[in-house]
C-alpha cells in the first residue's frame, strides 16, 4: 500500500473507557482514497469507537489522527471548519439520525448551510444532484423520513454527508437492519461513489460476506489490542 497517498491516518490510537478499561490498544488504519476499509469485530471491541475517534466524537487517551498529513485534534469542538466538513458519519439508523419533522430537502440543505458556500437560489439544483448522485429522485426533496423505505433513508442519509463534500465517509453498521438485495445496492452505490469521487470508506459491519465481497482491506478489532487481518 502506497500511504504516501493516504487521505488520513490513525497511528497507534489507543482509547481508555471513564472507568479506566481500555478498548482499543495501539491501533494503526491508513485509508486510501477510493478504498473501502472494513472494521469487523465482535460487539464490545471499540469498532464504533474508532469511527467516532475519527469523526472527533470521542477523545482518543494516545496516538495520533492526521487528514491529508496535518494533524487532527481529539475532538470536533477543536478542528477546524474545514476538518469537520471532510470526515462524515452515516450512522447506523437513519430513521434515528434524520430530524422526522423534516423535508428530505430541508435535511439536505442544511450541511450546505454549514460546509459550503453554496447560494441560497442554488440549493434546490444542489439537493436535486445530491439525490441523484444517491439513486433517488429529486422530487423525493418533498418528502419525510417516516414516508420512505429503511434503504431510501440510509441513501438520504449518505447524501446528507456527502454534501459536505468529505475525504472520508465513516458508515457506521449502514447494512445491518437492510435485507440482502438493499444491502447490495448501498455497497453498489459506496463502490459508484468512492470511484467516482475518491472517497475514503470506513465500513464497520459484522457481516463477513460483505467484506469479502466489498473490501478492499480488513481491520479485524478483538476485546484488548488490535490485531489487522489480512486484506
Given at each position: 500500500?502506497?500511504?504516501?497517498?493516504?487521505?488520513?491516518?490513525v497511528?497507534?490510537?489507543?482509547?481508555?473507557?471513564?472507568?479506566?478499561?481500555?478498548?482499543?490498544?495501539?491501533?494503526?488504519?491508513?485509508l486510501?482514497?477510493?478504498?473501502v476499509?472494513?472494521?469487523?469485530?465482535p460487539?464490545?471491541?471499540?469498532?464504533t469507537?474508532?469511527?467516532r475517534?475519527l469523526?472527533?466524537?470521542?477523545?482518543?487517551?494516545t496516538?495520533?489522527?492526521?487528514?491529508?498529513?496535518?494533524?487532527?485534534?481529539?475532538?470536533?469542538?477543536t478542528?477546524?471548519?474545514?476538518?469537520?466538513?471532510?470526515?462524515?458519519?452515516?450512522?447506523?439508523?437513519?430513521?434515528?439520525?434524520?430530524?422526522?419533522?423534516?423535508?428530505?430537502?430541508?435535511?439536505?440543505?442544511?450541511?450546505?448551510?454549514?460546509?459550503?458556500?453554496?447560494?441560497?437560489?442554488?440549493?434546490p439544483?444542489r439537493?436535486?444532484?445530491?439525490?441523484?448522485?444517491?439513486?433517488?429522485p429529486?422530487?423525493?426533496?418533498?418528502?419525510?423520513?417516516?414516508?420512505?423505505?429503511?434503504?431510501?433513508?440510509?441513501?438520504?442519509?449518505?447524501?446528507?454527508?456527502?454534501?459536505?463534500?468529505?475525504?472520508?465517509?465513516?458508515?457506521?453498521?449502514?447494512?445491518?437492519?437492510?435485507?440482502?438485495?438493499t444491502?447490495?445496492?448501498?455497497?453498489a452505490?459506496?463502490?459508484?461513489?468512492?470511484t467516482a469521487?475518491?472517497?475514503?470508506v470506513?465500513l464497520v459491519?459484522?457481516?463477513?460476506?460483505?467484506?469479502?465481497?466489498?473490501?478492499?482491506?480488513?481491520?479485524?478489532?478483538?476485546?484488548?489490542?488490535?490485531?489487522?487481518?489480512?486484506?
Amino acid at each position: 500500500m502506497n500511504t504516501s497517498t493516504a487521505t488520513a491516518r490513525v497511528t497507534g490510537l489507543s482509547i481508555t473507557l471513564p472507568d479506566g478499561t481500555p478498548l482499543l490498544a495501539d491501533t494503526t488504519l491508513t485509508l486510501q482514497p477510493g478504498r473501502v476499509h472494513a472494521v469487523t469485530g465482535p460487539s464490545g471491541s471499540g469498532k464504533t469507537t474508532l469511527l467516532r475517534a475519527l469523526a472527533g466524537l470521542h477523545p482518543a487517551t494516545t496516538g495520533t489522527l492526521t487528514l491529508h498529513g496535518r494533524p487532527l485534534t481529539g475532538t470536533h469542538h477543536t478542528r477546524t471548519r474545514e476538518q469537520l466538513r471532510r470526515i462524515q458519519l452515516v450512522p447506523q439508523n437513519p430513521l434515528g439520525a434524520l430530524n422526522p419533522a423534516r423535508t428530505v430537502g430541508a435535511t439536505l440543505t442544511r450541511p450546505l448551510q454549514l460546509h459550503t458556500t453554496t447560494p441560497p437560489q442554488q440549493r434546490p439544483d444542489r439537493v436535486a444532484r445530491l439525490l441523484t448522485a444517491v439513486g433517488l429522485p429529486p422530487d423525493f426533496a418533498t418528502r419525510h423520513p417516516g414516508e420512505l423505505s429503511g434503504g431510501q433513508r440510509q441513501r438520504v442519509s449518505i447524501a446528507r454527508a456527502l454534501a459536505a463534500d468529505p475525504a472520508v465517509l465513516l458508515c457506521d453498521e449502514i447494512t445491518s437492519a437492510l435485507d440482502a438485495a438493499t444491502a447490495d445496492g448501498i455497497m453498489a452505490l459506496l463502490r459508484d461513489l468512492r470511484t467516482a469521487r475518491g472517497l475514503a470508506v470506513v465500513l464497520v459491519t459484522h457481516d463477513l460476506n460483505l467484506v469479502a465481497a466489498h473490501a478492499d482491506d480488513t481491520l479485524h478489532l478483538t476485546p484488548g489490542p488490535l490485531h489487522p487481518a489480512a486484506p
